[in-house]
């Protein structure tokens, strides 16, 4: 398998990048580097579905959140809880 070094070294730049990542592995980084708690409604984040872009440190998660789902068909929402909910648009 070919690496990107750019990739590797990205987070140097105060960038995260995703490339053909997983969708539900680009949600979960996008949680992890936030600290905020995304629970997907719907199993249909499947292994093949994939994301790719890059943010800057520093962006809001919500702005964040908003272009994967778009780009994704899916939308988020902010539960009581200060759950982040992913699921399906429709």
Excluded at 7 to 32: G, I, M, P, R, Y
Excluded at 58 to 82: F, H, P, Q, Y
Aim: glycine share 4%; charged share 15%; hydrophobic share 40%.
């Amino acid at each position: 398998k070919t690496i990107n070094a750019a990739d590797l070294t990205n987070w140097t730049q105060n960038q995260f990048v995703f490339n053909e990542t997983s969708l539900a592995t680009a949600l979960q980084t996008v949680a992890n580097v936030y600290g905020i708690t995304i629970q997907t409604s719907e199993a249909r984040l499947k292994t093949t579905e994939t994301f790719s872009g890059s943010f800057v440190y520093g962006e809001r998660w919500a702005d964040v959140l908003d272009v994967i789902c778009m780009s994704s068909g899916l939308k988020w929402s902010l539960t009581a809880n200060k759950i982040v909910v992913v699921k399906k648009a429709s």
